[in-house]
C-alpha cells in the first residue's frame, strides 16, 4: 500500500469513526475522548478479560500514576527507550516539587521496587499480578485508538523461581489474549518473540 494509500485508508477510518460516534479529539495533541459507545465496547470486552485472568489465579492490583523521578533512574536502561515520551510533573500545590514525578509510561520501575520489599525467599513466588490502568506516552506522531498520548491498558506481572516457568506463564497470557481478540474482536493475530530491535530496553530476546 503506498503513502497516499495509508493517507486515504486513515482519513476514512478517522471520518466513520467520528460520525459513529466513537471519540472526539481531546482538548491536546494527541488526546481523545473515548465516546459512551466506545467505551461501553471497552468495558465489555475488559469484564471478559478480567474474569479470564482471575482464573489464571492472577491478582488484581493498583499502582499510583505517577512514580518518583529517583525510581525511574534505578531503571535507567528500560526507561531509556520511554524518555522521548516521557510526561513530568514539576508542580504540585503551587510550589516547585523537590523531586519531579513521572505520569506512568508504564509500571515496571514503580511495581518491581515493591515485588522486591514483598518477596524475601522462594516461598513467596509465584507472585502474579495484574493492573488495569491507563499509562501516557507523549505520542509525537499520534492517531486516535492506536497511538494516543493517553490510552487505557492492563498490565500483568509474574514473578517466579526460574526463567523456564516465567517464559510458560507469558505464553500462557499470551495465548489467551490471542484467542480472545481472534474470537471476540475478529482481530488477525500471529504469536511470536519480538527481534532485537523490536523489545523493550533491558528486555530478554527470545522467541517461542
Known amino acids: 500500500m503506498s503513502g497516499e494509500e495509508r493517507k486515504k485508508?486513515?482519513?476514512?477510518?478517522?471520518?466513520?469513526?467520528?460520525?459513529?460516534?466513537?471519540?472526539?479529539?481531546?482538548?491536546?495533541?494527541?488526546?481523545?475522548?473515548?465516546?459512551?459507545?466506545?467505551?461501553s465496547m471497552w468495558e465489555k470486552f475488559q469484564a471478559?478479560?478480567?474474569?479470564e485472568i482471575k482464573r489464571m489465579d492472577c491478582d488484581n492490583l493498583y499502582f499510583p500514576c505517577l512514580i518518583p523521578e529517583r525510581l525511574l533512574s534505578m531503571e535507567k536502561e528500560h526507561v531509556e527507550g520511554f524518555s522521548p515520551e516521557l510526561a513530568m510533573v514539576t508542580h504540585g500545590g503551587g510550589e516547585?516539587?523537590?523531586?519531579?514525578?513521572?505520569?506512568?509510561?508504564?509500571?515496571e520501575t514503580l511495581m518491581y521496587y515493591y515485588f522486591s520489599k514483598w518477596i524475601s525467599s522462594w516461598r513467596d513466588l509465584p507472585l502474579k499480578v495484574n493492573q488495569w490502568s491507563n499509562v501516557v506516552r507523549w505520542e509525537l506522531r499520534p492517531f486516535p485508538f492506536l497511538r494516543t498520548s493517553e490510552f487505557l491498558w492492563q498490565e500483568g506481572h509474574n514473578c517466579r523461581p526460574n526463567y523456564i516457568s516465567s517464559t510458560?506463564?507469558?505464553?500462557?497470557?499470551?495465548?489467551?489474549?490471542h484467542d480472545r481478540y481472534k474470537s471476540l474482536l475478529a482481530f488477525p493475530m500471529i504469536s511470536s518473540g519480538k527481534k532485537?530491535?523490536?523489545?523493550?530496553?533491558?528486555?530478554?530476546?527470545?522467541?517461542?
Open 48 to 51: 471478559y478479560l478480567d474474569a
Open 96 to 107: 516547585e516539587l523537590v523531586e519531579k514525578l513521572a505520569v506512568r509510561p508504564t509500571s
Open 168 to 177: 510458560l506463564e507469558m505464553w500462557n497470557i499470551l495465548n489467551l489474549y
Open 196 to 208: 532485537a530491535s523490536e523489545k523493550f530496553p533491558a528486555a530478554l530476546y527470545f522467541d517461542r
Open 9 to 39: 485508508v486513515s482519513s476514512i477510518f478517522l471520518e466513520y469513526a467520528q460520525k459513529a460516534e466513537l471519540f472526539d479529539y481531546g482538548p491536546f495533541k494527541g488526546s481523545i475522548v473515548i465516546r459512551p459507545y466506545a467505551y
